[in-house]
């Protein structure tokens, strides 16, 4: 019988080991068909854990995090409960949840999720106690929308001319600000340039943001400056046209992520691990390059940073992406190669069980950020550990749904 915690309103069954982790199967379950003989060994990277301070990832296929547009002031659901949850279930590793604004402004729509406030704990609270039942570690990714804030959600693209999410849509369109007064587009609201007071606040929410996300528990945090939001409108020549000490040389386009990061390390427990998500590269000529990102990640190291998150795009319409699949694997590999004690994430494109082994067992980044696949196929951990010939834990309730290698009443 199951092991479980014996409470009428809090009962759940103990998953040990807990789902996605390696196991060496049984005579009986080879002959069953599900397993197609012992687990290779060694085993495949992807499938081996991962250290992160005072943690470890029990493997390295995480789920990225997305925005689901599904909040109302700020507040995680039902919704996001079942949402997050289905992966933690189905033996992720890690689960990172969306990008949750850090101020009201913050939010890219009126659906984000936010952590302005004390009272967003409790909902952020609920969803890593039940990840944590499935022994998949928790993160949280904060952020500022930035110029591209007070947007409408994914879902009504399409329905009017702009991407503008006015007054009564919930929008604040009065408050949209960014290092300089530049739109993204004509889509967009044309931002207010940031004064000192404001970049100060916003500095000081990130710090608070972090504080909360500590309270909630979650064991990872990630700060988002990639896709043209507010962080990396700083660090692109392309979006930050100041002239004081925030904007012009590389140091100062750099100092306000720095100095979040910084600030946040103070009340981040030494223990957890922090991420940060960029944008490798503009894709623009006289953009940020991926040489600029090289060397941040290196000051980057020094400031306790564990691992970059390496993404792409999303701050220059002009931007030419070479879209193919795994394309922006190459920026996590030379992040691996240049930046020694710096771990990197990969992430985009990637949907196949053996580009996933790949990738980590070629040593061009330590774990796999994967997106949309997890969309289409929340157990993507079981289908590739399948595929890969790799037995492992399935979650208690769904073991009769194991997959099989053949059909025999053994």
């Known amino acids: 019988m199951s092991k479980f915690v014996s409470n009428p309103r809090q009962f759940y069954q103990l998953q040990d080991p807990s789902p996605g982790t390696p196991i060496e199967p049984s005579q009986l379950e080879i002959d069953q068909g599900f397993a197609k003989g012992p687990n290779p060994n060694p085993l495949p990277k992807l499938f081996q854990p991962l250290k992160l301070r005072g943690f470890a990832a029990k493997n390295r296929i995480w789920v990225s995090p997305m925005c689901m547009y599904s909040s109302q002031d700020g507040f995680a659901t039902d919704f996001h409960l079942s949402h997050y949850s289905q992966f933690a279930m189905r033996g992720a590793g890690l689960v990172m949840v969306e990008a949750t604004g850090v101020l009201p402004e913050g939010r890219i729509s009126p659906n984000c999720l936010g952590i302005w406030q004390d009272e967003h704990i409790e909902g952020l609270q609920r969803i890593v106690n039940h990840m944590h039942k499935y022994g998949t570690l928790a993160g949280i990714q904060i952020g500022h ?20 999410s006015s007054k009564e849509d919930g929008g604040w369109p009065e408050n949209v600000y960014g290092p300089s007064a530049e739109a993204y587009d004509d889509l967009h609201y044309k931002p207010k340039e940031m004064t000192i007071e404001q970049i100060h606040m916003v500095r000081q929410a990130f710090v608070d943001a972090a504080v909360r996300a500590d309270k909630a528990g979650f064991d990872v945090l990630e700060i988002h400056s990639a896709h043209g939001y507010l962080l990396s409108e700083f660090l692109s020549p392309l979006s930050n046209h100041r002239t004081d000490e925030y904007g012009g040389s590389f140091e100062n386009r750099t100092r306000l992520l720095l100095e979040v990061i910084q600030g946040i390390r103070h009340v981040w427990p030494h223990q957890k691990p922090l991420f940060v998500r960029v944008s490798s590269t503009d894709w623009v000529e006289g953009g940020w390059t991926m040489d600029d990102t090289e060397t941040l990640a290196k000051i980057l190291l020094n400031a306790g940073v564990d691992l970059i998150d390496c993404s792409s795009a999303g701050n220059d319409p002009k931007q030419k992406i070479p879209l193919s699949p795994g394309y922006q694997v190459q920026f996590a ?13 990969a992430v985009g494109l990637i949907s196949k069980s053996e580009q996933a082994r790949q990738i980590i067992e070629d040593n061009e980044a330590d774990a796999i950020f994967i997106g949309r696949e997890f969309l289409r196929n929340p157990s993507f951990v079981y289908s590739t550990a399948h595929e890969l010939g790799i037995n492992v834990k399935w979650n208690n309730q769904y073991e009769r749904g194991r997959l099989k290698t053949k059909y025999s009443f053994v």
């Open 145 to 164: 929308g930035g110029r591209k804030g007070s947007t409408i959600p994914l879902q009504m693209y399409g329905t009017r001319g702009s991407l503008r």
């Open 333 to 345: 590999q030379r992040i691996k190669q240049q930046v020694p004690g710096m771990l990197s994430g």
